[in-house]
Nanobody, 124 residues
């Protein structure tokens, strides 16, 4: 059983930056793609970003392109999300997830392990 633990969420002002981390049990992400999703109050969980096993392929939801950067350190079993120029609409519970293959997309059905989430709140 893979356990994922997110950290780094907090209250931040609009325009600020935040870095989220996700670590896996056993300090290994395996040979799988990883992703970040988020869920705002009253809304469905949505895709934010994904990164392939090697880190060579990344993809983002349009509304965060140019502001967010996903990265991973396989030697540490860690996944990151650097968020810049934050907006109040970025407020959500952010989840990391492990993909079922080395490269996956935005569908939640392509991910089979999920963390509990870390709260990001952006004040205006």
């Amino acid at each position: 059983q893979v356990q994922l633990v997110e950290s780094g969420g907090r209250l931040v002002q609009a325009g600020g930056s935040l870095s989220l981390s996700c670590t896996a049990s056993g300090r290994t992400l395996g040979s799988y793609a990883m992703g970040w999703f988020r869920q705002a109050p009253g809304k469905e969980r949505e895709f934010v970003a994904t990164i392939s096993w090697s880190g060579g392929i990344t993809d983002y939801v349009e509304r965060v392109k140019g502001r967010f950067t996903i990265s991973r350190d396989n030697s540490k079993g860690a996944l990151y999300l650097q968020m810049n120029s934050l907006k109040p609409e970025d407020t959500a519970l952010y989840y990391c997830a492990r993909g079922k293959r080395t490269v996956v997309g935005a569908s939640q059905y392509d991910y089979n392990y999920w963390g509990q989430g870390t709260q990001v709140t952006v004040s205006s």
